[in-house]
């Protein structure tokens, strides 16, 4: 049986993507024409490898075996395709990179802005969001998370210095609420909550000091998905936040905001770059890693 390639192409766009819409608009092809090609694949291969509804698709016994057996493959192509830039007079080619939006604002953009301007040939493409993607199946060059959270199967290179947590709120706050001393009597306090996007739930605040760690569930009027708008709300006296310091920005130095429990709030780890042990970096994302600083040896992390 004669093989298409390109078919096969669509159906393992299909299977990642979960959806002809987004995998239609990810080759450049009308939604139509690729389901035109994944039905004359199935037809020819005398087997259904997609489950569709109105709403999703789903892969079925078969369609699971083949995306296990050839998507790495097209992908090593691609990688391999990537490697071919080295022959070129400067690097070429597109990074893709997952990553929050605070990270992106503060660590990458400015690093990586030099690079973009030396080498027009080279496109970034960033997914900033609060969730943690799956670098592998979603075809990301790498991701940044802090370094805690990476799995230990991932290459991890630190891009940035150690952080360290804030509680503040501001000082019409604690004109009328007392300063909180300990942790625990965060309980009796309006707190800033943050719905966490992976988990779904809120965020369980972290405290330690040189008699251990200390973890609070806090309750209050607000709940917020983004940092910025917890900041807005602290600012406005509606309760205590709970952030990485440096969301705070100046906010902390000019008394605009009042730092509390500071003794309970220890530095940790920072961000790091992390990509898949088994994948060969492509000459661009090996320049991503120079402008980012990246010391030359890098281990894995371990939980």
């Known amino acids: 049986m004669k093989r298409n390639f390109n078919d096969l192409l669509s159906f393992v766009s299909v299977a990642r993507e979960g959806s002809f819409t987004r995998a239609a608009a990810q080759l450049g092809v009308t939604q139509p024409a690729l389901s035109q090609a994944i039905t004359g694949l199935e037809n020819r291969m005398k087997i259904r490898l997609l489950t569709r509804t109105t709403r999703s698709v789903a892969l079925t016994a078969a369609g699971e075996r083949l ?5 790495h493959r097209f992908d090593e192509i691609e990688s391999e395709l990537d490697m071919l830039t080295e022959l ?5 080619g597109t990074v893709r990179i997952t990553c929050g939006p605070d990270v992106l604002h503060t660590i990458l953009l400015p690093k990586l802005t030099p690079l973009l301007r030396e080498y027009p040939d080279i496109k970034l493409e960033f997914d900033a969001n609060h969730g943690f993607r799956n670098i592998v199946n979603d075809r990301f060059d790498a991701g940044v998370r802090l370094g805690d959270t990476i799995d230990k199967d991932m290459i991890a290179l ?3 210095p150690q952080l360290r947590m804030a509680a503040v709120a501001s000082p ?3 004109s009328l609420h007392p300063v909180p001393q300990t942790p625990k009597e965060l309980v009796h306090h309006n ?3 943050m719905r966490m996007a992976t988990s779904g739930g809120l965020y369980i605040w972290e405290f330690d000091n040189e008699n251990g ?3 609070v569930r806090v309750d209050g009027q607000l ?3 983004t940092s910025a708008h917890i900041v807005d709300a602290a600012l406005a006296g509606l309760g205590i936040a709970f952030l990485p310091e440096k969301e705070f920005g100046s906010h902390i130095e000019r008394r605009n905001l009042i730092r509390v429990l500071d003794e309970w709030c220890k530095p ?11 994948r060969q970096p492509s000459p661009a994302f090996s320049l991503v890693m120079e402008a980012l600083r990246i010391p030359v040896n890098a281990y894995r992390t371990q939980k």
Do not use: T
């Open 213 to 215: 760690p200390v973890n």
């Open 268 to 278: 940790f780890p920072g961000y790091y770059l992390y990509y898949p042990s088994r």
């Open 191 to 193: 707190c800033i909550n």
């Open 223 to 225: 709940i917020f998905n």
């Open 172 to 174: 019409d706050y604690f």
């Open 88 to 92: 070129r007079d400067k690097p070429a």
């Open 158 to 160: 630190p891009i940035g």
């Open 67 to 71: 995306l296990q057996a050839i998507g």
